[in-house]
């Protein structure tokens, strides 16, 4: 079973930025679409961006023009570069992997935006 790590996360001030990652297992990352995902207590897990096995990308209206997805298969990582925090980013932020049919997640991170 594949295995996803997230770290990262951490206290920032509203206006600041963070980079989270996200190491895969496995042999074959590179074929897997990957996902950012973040769930803030008391509410739904919101998906967040996307990013293909060719790197296109995708972003929720709520982050677009200050997150930005990449991925480095050569490490079987995946990031997520946040900046102009604000306090409603406040959220355990996920990784998915998606390949075939096939969907891992993993433990996630806590990002804490003060204001």
Known sequence: QVQLVESGGGLVQAGGSLRLSCAASGSTFSRATMYWYRQAPGKQREWVATISTSGDTNYADSVKGRFTISRDNAKNTVYLQMNSLKPED????????????????????????SS
């Open 90 to 113: 406040t959220a355990v932020y996920l990784c998915k992997r998606k390949i075939w049919n096939t969907v891992d997640w993993g433990q996630g991170t806590q990002v804490t935006v």
